[in-house]
């Protein structure tokens, strides 16, 4: 490849040669909300839009209906880069978490990769990723190693601030089910178990646990049943709940001090305890330096607005699965110059709009740049994987 300056005129060239393609299919996933795991619209759009742009195209990869892996193949040795589409809406609010933007961000910028893709050499996948928000595939395809021979991945995620290196903390989504006996709660209550008492029991344990804990860990849950009616003592009774950490070492920790608060509210009414997991785990995000050094500068070169140093906000992420299987940057891009609050129909309606705009393009250019640069410079690629093992050592 020849100099930075006519590298960077090159890739905006050929983002302005699809980015009304763009607009159009973020508008279109956002125009037609589907939640994890139902992602059948979207989903075809963005195979549609692949294929039609020469990617080969798998769908239902690794037997979910929703998700796809399109590659494009240089034929010519090289790294592989893949880029992590999502495409899942909220239940009420639509796309308040913006994941309209993440697809056409993904789709959009291992396009571009592939223009120069013949003359460099190496592999692109653009991986389609469903149920971000609930049953995250990212974890499934963790598991199974899909991103064992990956070199690199990138996404991006639209916020209302921009940031190259993010935290997100670690995830498990823990069900406690209390079983106790049905009785009338006025003529016999002598003879029931109150199942509901069990959860109370649970809520007034871990609210006493919170005080003890680290203060970036996060611990919130709901009754999910608590009984049918006032007149029968609560048989069944199911609380949900959340519970994050910085790392999996203090998370794992942590669960076991919940799960003790729910054996506690179970010891103390009689009921018994049934425990489960209702949604997949998330690991912490692991950063890597260099990688965001590097995404930081292209950030700065493509003119991303709004970009801060410190990302400050505690959410989790499956694409922190995917950080512990090989390098990976989520960077945040800014679509709003005032604030916004994730998952509300303003955060969604914010995707629409002309600023919105710009900074996708300017990201599609930071996120096609570093892509570029790992596949043409063999030094940087070695640094970020060795920063990479040793992080997950
Ligand atoms: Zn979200
Ligand atoms: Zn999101």
Redesign the pocket.
């Known amino acids: 490849m020849k100099g930075m300056i006519l590298e960077m005129y090159k890739i905006n060239e050929e983002i302005d040669k699809i980015f009304n393609e763009l607009i159009e299919l973020s508008e279109y996933i956002y125009n037609n909300p589907e939640l994890g795991n139902q992602e059948f619209l979207s989903s075809k759009a963005h195979i549609d839009f692949l294929t039609k742009y020469g990617f080969k195209v798998e769908e239902h990869f690794i037997g979910i209906e929703t998700a796809f892996k399109a590659v494009y193949d240089s034929n010519k040795p090289g790294p592989t880069i893949a880029l992590l589409d999502e495409y899942d809406a909220l239940p009420g609010v639509g796309h308040g978490?913006g994941?309209n933007m993440i697809g056409a961000v993904g789709t959009g910028t291992g396009i571009i990769i592939s223009k120069f893709l013949d003359e460099i050499g190496g592999k692109i996948f653009v991986i389609g990723t469903p149920a971000?928000e609930t049953n995250g595939a990212k974890v499934d395809m963790a598991n199974q190693g899909v991103f064992n021979d990956i070199d690199a991945v990138l996404m991006a995620?639209p916020a209302d601030e921009s940031y190259a290196s993010i935290q997100s903390l670690a995830i498990e989504a823990i069900e406690f089910e209390f079983i106790g006996k049905a009785a009338h709660a006025a003529s016999d209550p002598e003879k029931g178990i109150n199942a509901l008492d069990a959860v109370i029991g649970t809520f007034n344990g871990i609210n006493a646990l919170r005080q003890h804990i680290e203060s970036s860990a996060r611990i919130h849950g709901i009754i999910t049943e608590g009984g049918v009616a006032a007149n029968i003592v609560p048989e069944k009774a199911v609380a949900n709940f959340y519970v994050r950490a910085t790392t999996k070492k203090y998370l794992t920790e942590l669960i076991e001090k919940v799960k003790n608060c729910a054996r506690a509210g179970a010891l103390s009414s009689g009921a018994e305890l049934k425990i489960s997991n209702y949604e997949k785990t998330y690991d912490n995000f692991a950063s890597n330096k260099f990688f965001d050094k590097l995404l930081l500068e292209n950030m700065k070169k493509y003119d991303v607005e709004q970009l801060m140093d410190n990302n400050t906000s505690l959410g989790s992420l499956d694409a922190g699965n995917v950080s512990h299987k090989c390098p990976a940057v989520h960077p945040m891009f800014s679509i709003s110059k005032t604030p916004l609050v994730a998952h509300t129909k303003e955060f969604a309606k914010a995707t629409l709009t002309s600023y919105a705009y710009k900074q996708m393009k300017s990201i599609i250019g930071a996120l096609s740049q570093t892509g570029i640069d790992l596949l043409t410079n063999a030094d940087l690629l070695k640094k970020i994987k060795s920063d990479f093992d040793n992080a997950i050592k």
Do not use: D
Request: charged share 25%; glycine share 0%; proline share 0%.
């Open positions: 978490c994941h971000e995620h």
